[in-house]
T-cell receptor, first 112, second 111 residues
């Protein structure tokens, strides 16, 4: 089955620690996105990549970093500079143009 | 100008009733308006989408109404069922594919 796999489902971060969230897709989509979801605030765009080896900042990129070395993979690192990392993180992919974005089932990050 | 405003924040409907969620946008360059349904602990799933060249789109019990001049669009869920209880997000995008999401509406359908 084609889809987007996010791992882990739950993640805990210690103070001063960087953590990396995995996102893999087998849909052969060109574009991939990372969103942060907080209660009552909808989804906010962190980073996106429309092609391998290229990515752009979204609306709330501070404290996060990404890489896009392979078409199917778009990992997100939550750095120690992100002071309020507790949230539900969603990865999505898109074939191109105005087509629907497909979402993974998310990673819930909490602070220890 | 990039915002999409969604209302209400929460909605309680009796089984068999009609659920209505409204969204408004500012950017006239938006040309794709999807609605997503999200269950707890899951990612959003596309429910139905519309482009501005039509005023209404219906898929089963779900209908999008689109008013281009008012820059508003709405989701109607007919014959609402307890299984429809979820969070619903409207969104809008232009040709970049970047989606701007509304704040979400939590729908509870009472049996």
């Amino acid at each position: 089955d084609g889809g987007i796999t996010q791992s882990p489902k739950y993640l805990f971060r210690k103070e001063g620690q960087n953590v990396t969230l995995s996102c893999e897709q087998n849909l052969n989509h060109d574009a991939m996105y990372w969103y942060r979801q907080d209660p009552g605030q909808g989804l906010r765009l962190i980073y996106y990549s429309q092609i391998v080896n290229d990515f752009q900042k979204g609306d709330i990129a501070e404290g996060y970093s990404v890489s896009r070395e392979k078409k199917e993979s778009f990992p997100l690192t939550v750095t120690s500079a992100q002071k309020n990392p507790t949230a539900f993180y969603l990865c999505a992919s898109l074939q191109g143009g105005n087509q629907p974005q497909h979402f993974g089932d998310g990673t819930r990050l909490s602070i220890l | 100008q990039q915002q999409v405003k969604q209302s209400p924040q929460s909605l309680i409907v009796q089984k068999g009733g009609i659920s209505i969620i409204n969204c408004a946008y500012e950017n006239t360059a938006f040309d794709y308006f999807p609605w997503y349904q999200q269950f707890p602990g899951k990612g959003p799933a596309l429910l139905i989408a519309i482009r501005p060249d039509v005023s209404e789109k219906k898929e089963g019990r779900f209908t999008i109404s689109f008013n281009k001049s008012a820059k508003q669009f709405s989701l109607h869920i007919m014959d609402s069922q307890p299984g429809d209880s979820a969070t619903y997000f409207c969104a809008a995008s232009g040709n970049t594919g970047k989606l701007i999401f509304g704040q979400g509406t939590t729908l509870q359908v009472k049996p």
